[in-house]
């Protein structure tokens, strides 16, 4: 998903080392189809929807043999002429799994998609037959920190709960370590609402029921991470997930969460077009940067179209302006990064490639009130609704207004979230 450049995505967390980010080539995923049917496979997508994978591993007898020595148990290598994890990895650092293999307890089915940090498979616990997803960290020493600052951030999550409580998290099942590579357990999911609204909503949305029940979820996970001390830092559809029935919602991928006194100012956390303007103009941020991130989500729920799909942070700035009309003054003044994109006089500072030139110019762009609508993004010129539904995505606009207040001071609490009106029934 193209939510933001490449680059990043790699930065925005931050304290994963530059080496370890290099990707060379991505991991080596087969769809099981193309190989039944001798197609070639396409070229290995991020979640892409049920893929199978054969890949070349060493024999399992090698590597127990291998385990059995005790030398591949860290990252640490015994025989440094010898570099053993090369045969279960590639290049990049990725498990070449086969499906069937077993790891730990849990038997490969499918792979479910890759990511920069981890390729993620569905399995089964062989001895209980649960149906489980595990994601397989990539074997670096910075992803594996970054693991086990997950793992802590879920037990969190997960701990903070008394029985049968919906907290609309992912449940963390298990972890363990696998020639070299962490492995985290979790509840088995069906599919993102990425790869929902790209098989039923592109570019035109869910329904509006649908919207609010994912909403109302949504505002429960919110507020369970919030008890929890804690932001998510990265909610966007890639990393919300339904069940097989569509009717419930999990929020997954706590591997850029943290504690808020850790809040590091960096104005590359959270996907750029899910990212609140304290963190692109470098202010200290809170639980709100999470609540304007799931305001997003649920405008892209609605229409399969993204509310800030700004190109650059620059870019972003510039859309907030057009929706929301100008920033508080004192919230530039306390900006860490104000001057990247602000004058001495606190006029905008817009960003474009001079046509003739082909070099980056800066022209102030003095936005007085919004020259946009979120009633309009949410309903383009020309689309009919039934009055009934008028009321309804009224009421949505208002909440994706109130998630997306540029004062993050005023911006809407997921508790007050859940007494919104959009969220009672019809
Ligand atoms: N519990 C689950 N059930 C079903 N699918 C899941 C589950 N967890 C993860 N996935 C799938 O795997 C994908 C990647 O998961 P996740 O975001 O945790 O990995 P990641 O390596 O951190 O990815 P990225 O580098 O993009 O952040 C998700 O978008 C989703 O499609």
């Not at 306390?334 to 082909?358: A, G």
């Amino acid at each position: 998903m193209d939510s933001c450049s490449s680059e990043e995505d790699l930065k925005k967390r931050g304290k994963i080392d530059k080496e370890d980010l290099k990707v060379k080539s991505k991991p080596e995923i087969k769809p099981a189809t193309a190989a039944i049917k001798n197609e070639a496979p396409p070229p290995p997508k991020k979640s892409a929807p049920v893929l199978d994978m054969f890949s070349d591993s060493p024999s399992d007898e090698t590597s127990e043999a291998l385990q059995d020595t005790n030398i591949v148990d860290t990252n640490v290598i015994v025989n440094p002429s010898i570099n053993l994890s090369e045969n279960w990895d590639d290049a990049d650092g990725y498990y070449k799994f086969k499906v069937g293999e077993i790891m730990d307890k849990y038997q490969i089915f499918e792979p479910l998609g890759s990511g920069v940090f981890s390729t993620v498979v569905s399995a089964k616990n062989t001895k209980t037959n649960e149906d489980v997803v595990i994601k397989i960290i990539r074997n670096r020493p910075s992803m594996n920190r970054a693991g086990q600052k997950e793992i802590e951030i879920l037990q969190k999550i997960n701990n903070n709960t008394s029985a049968n409580q919906k907290t609309h998290c992912v449940q963390m099942k298990d972890h363990f370590s696998y020639r070299n590579h962490l492995c985290i357990v979790f509840e088995a999911m069906s599919m993102s609402l990425h790869q929902l609204i790209k098989k039923f909503g592109k570019n035109v949305g869910l329904s509006l029921s649908a919207v609010r029940v994912y909403a109302k979820q949504l505002f429960i996970a919110l507020k369970h991470i919030k008890n929890s001390k804690i932001l998510h830092s990265d909610i966007k559809p890639d990393n919300i997930v339904v069940n097989e029935a569509k009717n419930t919602i999990k929020i997954i991928d706590f591997g850029s969460a943290g504690e808020t006194h850790e809040s590091e100012i960096t104005p590359y956390l959270v996907s750029r077009f899910y990212r609140a303007p304290e963190i692109i103009l470098g202010l200290k941020y809170d639980y709100a940067i999470d609540v304007w991130s799931v305001g997003c989500c649920l405008a892209e729920l609605f229409t399969g179209r993204f509310l800030f799909p700004g190109k650059t942070n620059n870019d972003m700035i510039r859309l907030f302006l057009e929706y929301k009309g100008p920033f508080p003054k004192k919230m530039l003044k306390r900006s860490q990064f104000v001057s990247n994109h602000f004058n001495d006089n606190l006029v905008f500072m817009k960003q474009e490639v001079d046509s003739i030139e082909k070099t980056m110019r800066k022209v102030p762009y003095d936005v007085t009130k919004p020259t946009k609508d979120i009633l309009h993004f949410l309903l383009p010129k020309g689309v009919q609704v039934p009055d009934q539904d008028m009321k309804k995505i009224n009421q949505l606009k208002d909440l994706i207004e109130k998630c997306t207040v540029l004062d993050p001071e005023k911006r809407i609490t997921p508790q007050d979230a859940l007494n919104h009106d959009f969220l009672k029934p019809f």
